[in-house]
T-cell receptor
Framework: LAKTTQPISMDSYEGQEVNITCSHNNIATNDYITWYQQFPSQGPRFIIQGYKTKVTNEVASLFIPADRKSSTLSLPRVSLSDTAVYYC??????????????FGKGTMLLVSP | DTAVSQTPKYLVTQMGNDKSIKCEQNLGHDTMYWYKQDSKKFLKIMFS???????INETVPNRFSPKSPDKAHLNLHINSLELGDSAVYFC?????????????FGSGTQLSVL
């Protein structure tokens, strides 16, 4: 089981870059790393997914070192609206032949003015 | 159009009652899920269906019974509700089965059992 570990909370100010690191020491060869964002009273929303090196989209960047045992979600110039919980997930194929997606407790990011 | 919609958004009921939550997705996805988020915000998968076939059934009491009449719908029926069932229940879908598939979530159903 590819368990993930990420900080419980982080604080930042508007306009700063925020980096949230996730550890996944037992990641399997076929697993991708996926990040979701959840606002209060809403379901999680996909942000970014990667396998290795660096992935960038209009929202964030994802940095994955060569050993893939960790990953870092980078949010450039955060705003108040980026205050949310961020979940790091690693794909996991169960022994029964089906796949499950396990969400950890996430990182609560609080952006202040 | 909302991609994944679930109803009701709020559900307040007494212990012992039976209730249902409905979910529909208009994305043409093959796979649908039910997740439970408790007061500590831990999000745990309960069930998953792929093309109307149950493929994931985590350790969930028998009082919870999912039903998928077609691949666009996945409903959750809960019998004999207990206080501990109070949580937010999220429906989700993905294009196909697989741990690396992108999940699309509904906005949740806040269930309060009194």
């Amino acid at each position: 089981l590819a368990k993930t570990t990420q900080p419980i909370s982080m604080d930042s100010y508007e306009g700063q870059e925020v980096n949230i690191t996730c550890s996944h020491n037992n990641i399997a060869t076929n697993d991708y790393i996926t990040w979701y964002q959840q606002f209060p009273s809403q379901g999680p929303r996909f942000i970014i997914q990667g396998y290795k090196t660096k992935v960038t989209n209009e929202v964030a960047s994802l940095f994955i070192p060569a050993d893939r045992k960790s990953s870092t979600l980078s949010l450039p110039r955060v705003s108040l609206s980026d205050t949310a919980v961020y979940y790091c997930l690693v794909g996991d194929d169960g022994n029964s032949g089906y796949s499950t997606l396990t969400f950890g407790k996430g990182t609560m990011l609080l952006v202040s003015p | 159009d909302t991609a994944v919609s679930q109803t009701p958004k709020y559900l307040v009921t007494q212990m012992g009652n039976d209730k249902s939550i409905k979910c529909e997705q208009n994305l043409g996805h093959d796979t649908m899920y039910w997740y439970k988020q408790d007061s500590k915000k831990f999000l745990k998968i309960m069930f998953s269906y792929n093309n109307k076939e149950l493929i994931i059934n985590e350790t969930v009491p028998n009082r919870f019974s999912p039903k998928s009449p077609d691949k666009a719908h996945l409903n959750l029926h809960i019998n004999s509700l207990e206080l501990g069932d109070s949580a937010v229940y999220f429906c989700a879908s993905s294009r196909r089965r697989g741990a690396n598939e992108k999940l699309f979530f509904g906005s949740g159903t806040q269930l309060s059992v009194l």
